[in-house]
């Protein structure tokens, strides 16, 4: 099971999950980046949530 937002190629620090998230919704990476961290260091199980997107989401065109 696929999700249809593709990680970024171009836009990645790790997985390119974030920077396909703000991409797909016309974000700030970097904006994105730190709401994630932010959530990350609350109850939110970022880290889960991160590697669950990360199979789910559709691998970057090369």
Do not use: C
């Not at 991409?23 to 109850?43: D, G």
């Amino acid at each position: 099971m696929h999700i249809p937002i593709r990680r970024s190629k171009n836009d990645k620090v790790f997985a390119g999950v974030i920077g396909g998230l703000a991409e797909h919704f016309q974000w700030n990476a970097n904006v994105a980046r730190v709401l994630w961290v932010i959530l990350s260091l609350t109850p939110f199980p970022g880290i889960v949530g991160y590697l669950v997107l990360w199979l789910l989401m559709e691998n970057p065109e090369y």
